[in-house]
């Protein structure tokens, strides 16, 4: 193979690579994946991810209550992750930025946040 050809087939490689990740990424947010963990981005174990606003302890889940719940993807660690939350009952109010309602599921509207609230 000529020089130049090889080097075109590897500069059309390294740019088939190099976009291969924004093809399929979903940078506005996808529904119909709550499942427990991470499974969109990286599953590698070293996300610091946490909820704060979740009723635990003594008192618990009122019906009728509202709870404000914030989402932390924790430090950056591979592509900038979002999150996907279904509830079996209940509604949600109060999207906070880069927050959308899609399908009755609460999903990031914007990869440009760590840190989420509703």
């Known amino acids: 193979m000529a020089p130049r050809r090889r080097v075109a087939v590897v500069l059309v490689l390294l740019f088939l ?24 981005h990286s599953n590698s174990g070293s996300l610091s991810a ?3 606003g979740l ?23 591979s592509g900038d992750g979002g999150f996907n939350f279904d509830v079996s009952a209940g509604s949600w ?7 959308q309602l899609s399908n009755g599921e609460l999903t990031h509207s914007s990869d440009a946040a760590r840190s989420w609230t509703a």
Do not use: E, K
């Not at 109010?93 to 927050?99: Q, W």
């Open 93 to 99: 109010t109060n999207l906070g930025a880069y927050v």
């Open 17 to 40: 690579v190099s976009v291969s990740h924004s093809a399929y990424s979903q940078s506005s947010g996808m529904t119909g994946r709550s499942v427990s963990g991470c499974t969109c």
């Open 50 to 52: 946490s909820i704060n």
């Open 55 to 77: 009723p635990f302890g003594a008192g618990g889940y009122t019906p009728g209550a509202s709870y404000s719940l914030q989402w932390d993807g924790g430090p950056h660690v």
